[in-house]
Structure formats: structure tokens, C-alpha cells
């Protein structure tokens, strides 16, 4: 008899989920909750989820309860490892860049553009506290500048967190920053030098685009997977044609594809770079933001020439402008670099940010937020699943909050960003991930931003005007 309650009620269960009642990503009653509201006995209830995962309607997240699975699309629907180009790039400017990112401030257009956290996301109640807090315990001197290597509270902290990607880097080892930008642009000029070359993902982060062509660096593009990341074999093909000055690589969580560096290319890596003298330049900023919780490593944890950068810009708030950097070798000279280029760095920021990673909650918000962007995620991307062509391809990133979406050959990414900002909808194209200008029919959108109505209606907007 117990039998038949259990699946009687996976059965219901599964009707609910199928039928829209409980959508992708979205939390499924505790067990408790469920025992109460079905009358039946909390071991039936686990019999009947764990009946739910072995159908892959619902996955288990530790400390967290059950949450509806989004639908597996086959590998047809999901977007290829980019076509990239296989020689040096002098990089050009983008022109349509300055025009999406005017847009991202604007209330009357959907940010789909802005890969950063709503504004309902950041735990604003708590920052105020803490800084009222500063002020009361420093007074005028939490307004003062900070100079290099930053605030010894912050470096203590951020000392801290990183144990869990396996760096052991004391606070003497790191240095703060405005940003990862900041460390970014600090990593480059303190391993290349004018005319270099730097083996970049394709796509990649724009921002690395624009430091590299500022600084007069060439770019050497490497592919990215939507499964597995940076591609370490396309690596290991062009460094026996060029010798690479330095590697800028998003391990975990990337930005825009999503994926996730298994540990072995985390390890070929790590030889190559030891193997023929190139530093790592590991943009980690998405790296605390997995799906499913857990804390990937570092490549430094693997050897190689690593600088590790991260920041708080995805997971707390980006306004507050406070990055960290882990030179290693190079702390010297990136130090005496951040002191002539810009040493004043923001006092009330960096103690905010101590604070909140010490005694803030900063493991509570991230459970909060991880689950937020898991089902803002699952949820657009069903929408874009729907609204979209059937040719189209979207990613299913394991963490951060951004989809790659990928058309035919034929489609133009740039005049559909020119045609939905008309529609005052944001979004960015492909050529701007791109040193060489491709993925010209890919865009990316993203979901950091509240999820509701408006999305879905722009969602199915942009789905009228991808199928003209």
C-alpha cells in the first residue's frame, strides 16, 4: 500500500511539472511541506521525489531541498564550440559596443545586455548597516584612500574565501583593486609587453578585448566548449606555430558560454604554461556563483604561472567596485604597477566588503543568490526555447546568470541588436566576444536581472524578430 502512495503521488507530481505548475528551477515543496499538504508520511514523500530524480524531473541540492530540472535539449539545440581564427589578431574596435552599453542605464529598456545583479539581488539593508556601522567605529577615516596593497581586513577575508578554490595565498599575497578590470589590466601589463601575443577565448569576456587592443597587444583565439570550456588541444596546436606571452582564461562558470573546465584541462594547462613559460591570467569573478554549490578549483592548484583575479562585482554589488589580485611572482612589479597607475583605492568600500564577508552572511546570500540565478536561468531559457526559431541554439550554463544563444550561419547578431534596442530591448552581439570579429550569428542575453513579465514579453519579441 505504501508503494502505491508514493508513486500515486510522483505521478501527481510529475503532472504539476509537466503542466506548468512547478517551472524549471523552481523549488519544490520541503518534504515536510509536502507530508502536511498531501496527507501521506514524510518517507513517502522521499519516495517520491527520489522516483522524480530517477525520471530527471527534479535534482537534490545539498542544504537546499529538491528543485524541477530544466528539460535536456538535445545536442542539436545546444550552441557549437566557435569557430575562431587560427592567426594573430591585431584587434579593432567594436562599434556598435558603445551603443548597447548605453542602453544598460536606461528604465525603459530591458537589460539583457547587463551581465550584473538586479538591484533587488544586492542585500542592501545589510550594506547600510555595515556602513553606518564603519562610520560609527572610524569616522571621517572610512573616507580616507587606501593605498596598495589595500585594506588588511579585506586582503585577510578575501585570504579566506579563496582556501575554498584552493589557493593558500596569505594576506601579504594579494593586493586589492578597483574591479576585476582593474586586475585584469594589471596582469597584462605585468606580463607582456607591446606587440605580444595573448592566446584569448573565442568568445571571451569584451572587456579583455578592449585592454588588450588599448595596450597593443595581438590576440591568438582559442575556442571555448559549451560543455567543457577552453579548448586546451586548440592551445597546444598554436603554441607550436607562436610563442603565447600569457593566456587569459575564464575556468569556471564562463562568461558568456557558461561552461566548466573539467579538472584534467585545468591540469594540461597548468603543464603548458610551466612547459613553455606563459602566465595565466584566471579571470574568476563567476567562480563562487555554481549552480549546484560547489567551489571549483583554481588552476593554481595544478601549477603553471597562475595570477588569480576576482571580485565581488557578480555576487554582491558592482557598484562597490572592489576586486582583489594574487600575483604571485609577479607582486612586485604588479604592485609598484597599481601604485603609479591608480593607488587610491576606496576605504568604505573595502572595509564594507570585509565586513561582509566576515560576519555579513556572505555564505547565506551566495545559497540565495546561486538559487535565484539557477532558476532565472532555467526559466529564460525555456522562454527562448519557445519563442525562438527551432534552428536556434542556447547554452545550459552551470552557473553565473548569462545564455549564448547561436543562429544559422546567415543571421546578423549586429542588426538584430540595432533592431531590438528600437524595440527598447538590450542585448549583445556576438562580434563583441570576438578578437576577429566573428560569431557574427551568435548574442548573448542576461538573466541577472528580477525575472517576471516583462521578461517573457521581451523574450517573445525577440523571438518576432529573430523569426523574420
Not at 423 to 445: K, Q
Request: hydrophobic letters at 45%; aromatic letters at 6%.
Amino acid at each position: 500500500m505504501e508503494s502505491t502512495r508514493y508513486e500515486m503521488l510522483a505521478n501527481r507530481l510529475a503532472e504539476l511539472i509537466r503542466g506548468g505548475t512547478f517551472a524549471p528551477g523552481d523549488r519544490m515543496p520541503s518534504v515536510r511541506q509536502s507530508s502536511h499538504e498531501h496527507r501521506v508520511s514524510i518517507s513517502t514523500v522521499m519516495e517520491a521525489y527520489r522516483r522524480l530524480e530517477d525520471t530527471g524531473l527534479i535534482e537534490a541540492r545539498p542544504r537546499s531541498g529538491y528543485y524541477v530540472k530544466a528539460p535536456v535539449l538535445s545536442e542539436a539545440r545546444i550552441p557549437t564550440t566557435a569557430a575562431h581564427a587560427r592567426k594573430p589578431i591585431h584587434i579593432e574596435r567594436a562599434s556598435l559596443f558603445e551603443a548597447v552599453m548605453d542602453t544598460v542605464a536606461d528604465p525603459r529598456v530591458v537589460p539583457f545586455a547587463a551581465a550584473a545583479p538586479d538591484d533587488s539581488i544586492i542585500p542592501k539593508a545589510k550594506l547600510a548597516s555595515i556602513s553606518n556601522a564603519l562610520f560609527r567605529k572610524h569616522g571621517g577615516a572610512a573616507l580616507r584612500y587606501t593605498l596598495p596593497p589595500g585594506r588588511r581586513e579585506l586582503r585577510v577575508a578575501v585570504s579566506k574565501r579563496l582556501l575554498g578554490a584552493g589557493i593558500k595565498a596569505s594576506p601579504d599575497e594579494i593586493l586589492t583593486t578597483h574591479g576585476a578590470t582593474e586586475a585584469l589590466l594589471l596582469a597584462l601589463r605585468a606580463t607582456t609587453k607591446r606587440g605580444d601575443l595573448v592566446a584569448v577565448e573565442a568568445p571571451t569576456y569584451f572587456g579583455i578585448l578592449h585592454l588588450l587592443r588599448d595596450l597593443g597587444l595581438r590576440a591568438i583565439e582559442i575556442p571555448v566548449s559549451p560543455h567543457a570550456g577552453f579548448v586546451v588541444e586548440a592551445l597546444e596546436t598554436a603554441l607550436k606555430k607562436h610563442r603565447v606571452a600569457a593566456c587569459v582564461v575564464q575556468p569556471n562558470f564562463h562568461n558568456p558560454i557558461g561552461g566548466l573546465m573539467p579538472v584534467e584541462a585545468k591540469q594540461r594547462l597548468a603543464a603548458l604554461s610551466e612547459r613553455h613559460g606563459f602566465a595565466i591570467v584566471e579571470d574568476d569573478v563567476y567562480g563562487e556563483l555554481g549552480h549546484d554549490g560547489i567551489r571549483h578549483p583554481s588552476i593554481s592548484l595544478y601549477g603553471g604561472h597562475v595570477i588569480h583575479i576576482g571580485a565581488i562585482s557578480k555576487t554582491l554589488a558592482p557598484g562597490l567596485r572592489v576586486g582583489w589580485i594574487v600575483p604571485g611572482p609577479h607582486f612586485a612589479e604588479i604592485k609598484r604597477l597599481k601604485s603609479i597607475q591608480c593607488p587610491w583605492n576606496a576605504t568604505l568600500s573595502e572595509l564594507m566588503v570585509a565586513e561582509f564577508l566576515e560576519a555579513g552572511g556572505y555564505d547565506r546570500h551566495l545559497r540565495r543568490i546561486r538559487q535565484l540565478y539557477a532558476v532565472q536561468c532555467a526559466r529564460m531559457r525555456q522562454a527562448v526555447v519557445s519563442s525562438f526559431p527551432d534552428t536556434c541554439r542556447v547554452n545550459q550554463p552551470l552557473g553565473g546568470f548569462v545564455l549564448w544563444i547561436e543562429m544559422p550561419a546567415a543571421f546578423d547578431a549586429e542588426d538584430f541588436a540595432v533592431r531590438a534596442m528600437a524595440e527598447n530591448v538590450s542585448l549583445v552581439p556576438g562580434p563583441v566576444f570576438s578578437a576577429s570579429g566573428g560569431l557574427r550569428n551568435c548574442f548573448r542575453l542576461s538573466c541577472g536581472f528580477a525575472f517576471g513579465e516583462r521578461t517573457l514579453d521581451a523574450v517573445a519579441l525577440l523571438g518576432k524578430l529573430a523569426a523574420r
